[in-house]
């Protein structure tokens, strides 16, 4: 829980008090509270740098039986990620030592932002995603988060501080239910029990949620999603999220890949290439918590989530190398490899977002290709794009929300990649060259003229290891990217 403090921090029950230091200017107006701050650059191990930590115990005229101050760095040099960082450091810290509350003093803003809402809304961001574990398949509890994270500004009003935490707490929570869900293991995901988990979770908030099953998908004539699924004796679902405010000028669509597990299908993928893949739906989650962060926090504008959900896998009736497939728009698809199965999903999911509901914007996330990652590594995602203008859009929000994302080519000339001597076109060419770019290009055979961007989350969707405010595993990437993008649009 997120609480705003109002008495001074000084004379606070809590089991941490956390203050911030920069290196060269001071971070608090309230002289009691700058002069902790100060008492730790007393001590050589302290200067202030980024990363700095000090701990006093059982300070003198202090409450809190501990007091925490974080290095920022220079403040020209601080930004958001300098304080998502510093105030996710101190909810790990506190986690592990099995503490239950903290009180976060927020520090003046550096130089790099100009706003207070730039120094408390990062910070409350990196103390609420720290405060994660996932720990349900564990008897043993470990580390528990913490129960109330408390914040305390000396340069914003309480009702300026309190409507920031509100915003803040109800989009990392969407992060956070992302994160559950790509970390669940894919038996407890398959495509209907993770479809009821997401209209569960849809149900609380202002949301329309309707559920197609494997009989509608049929009359959709959704064969491209309905082959993908036919190795499976888990059968398709595709949930379709409305949210409608009272009026809007805009319809934005939002479209998530949900492979709730890849093996490849009769392309078995290899050992190594097989662990991990129930991350395969991590587009599916984010556009899902999404929707109910953004009914949470009464978006302006009218959104639509397309879902498709789905588990790739060989059997004697899954779908082959070879194949022809006709998708819902008509088009046909030779198969030349059934682990190109997003592509195959997608391409009814787009269709269907862009015929029922004709969005003026339509914007897709999905774990798409191995070779985006081959490109852009785990922490970076791939946007593509014909429209430069929402692209460079999405990629500043991710420089804001630090899920980062960087523009790719839709190259014209290379969709000879997935040119085919007997269907409409091919989902995988021959060769592996441009991956990430002949997938983009597939995918925007189904779109027609809506203004459309895909953002191929392969890399950033899981952690190999834990960072300062994301465990290892699903990262809930995407959530805060989407948030921010389309209050943009
Ligand atoms: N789900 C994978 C992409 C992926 C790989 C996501 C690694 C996360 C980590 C996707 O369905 C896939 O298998 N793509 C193939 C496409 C190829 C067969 C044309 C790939 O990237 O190798
Ligand atoms: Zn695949
Ligand atoms: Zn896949």
Known sequence: ??????????????????????????????PQLQELVDRAGDWPEFSGKSGDELIFYDLQGVKAKRVLILGLGKADKADRETMRK?????????????????????????RQVDTGADSAEPMMEGAVLA????????????????????FYS????????????????????????ARDWVNMPPNEKRPAGFARSIAKAAGKEPLEVIILDAGDLKKNRMRALL????????????????????????????????????????????????????????????????LVSAARTGFNQRLIGVIPLVENMPSGTAYRP??????????????????AEGRMILADALDYAVRQYSPDVVIDVATLTGACIVALGEKI??????????????????????????????????????????????????????????AALFLSEFVGETRWAHIDIAGPAYASKAGDYCTAGGTGFGVRLLMDAIEKL
């Open 322 to 339: 070879g194949d022809i497939i006709k998708t819902a728009s008509g088009k046909t698809v030779e198969i030349g490899n059934t682990d």
């Open 381 to 438: 995602a791939g946007v593509f794009s014909r429209d430069s203008q929402l692209s460079d859009l999405i990629v500043k929000s991710g420089q804001k929300t630090h899920e980062r994302c960087w523009a790719m080519p839709l190259a014209e000339d290379y969709r000879e990649l997935l040119k085919s001597d007997f269907a409409d076109i091919k989902n995988a060419g021959k060769n592996r060259w441009a991956g990430a770019i002949a």
């Open 154 to 177: 000396d340069f914003l009003s309480e009702d300026g501080a309190r409507s920031i935490s509100e915003k803040t707490w109800a989009i990392c929570q969407g992060t956070l239910m």
């Open 227 to 290: 082959s993908v699924a036919s190795g499976s004796s888990s059968r398709p679902q595709m949930v379709v999220l409305d949210y409608r405010p009272e009026s809007w000028e805009k319809t934005i669509a939002l479209v998530g890949k949900g492979v709730t597990f890849d093996s490849g299908g009769i392309n078995l993928k290899s050992a190594s290439g097989l662990e991990g893949m129930k991350l395969d739906m991590a587009g599916a989650a984010a556009v899902s918590a999404a």
């Open 86 to 110: 510093a105030a996710g450091k101190a909810v790990n810290r506190a986690v592990k030592a099995s503490l239950t509350s903290m009180l976060i003093c927020l520090p003046e803003p550096g």
């Open 1 to 30: 829980m997120l609480r705003i403090q109002t008495s001074h921090p000084a004379v606070a029950k809590t089991d941490i008090l956390v203050l911030a230091a920069y290196e060269d200017k001071s971070a608090y107006n309230d």
């Open 131 to 150: 405060n994660y574990r996932f720990d349900l398949y564990k008897k043993e509890k470990r580390h528990k988060p913490l129960k109330t994270i408390w």
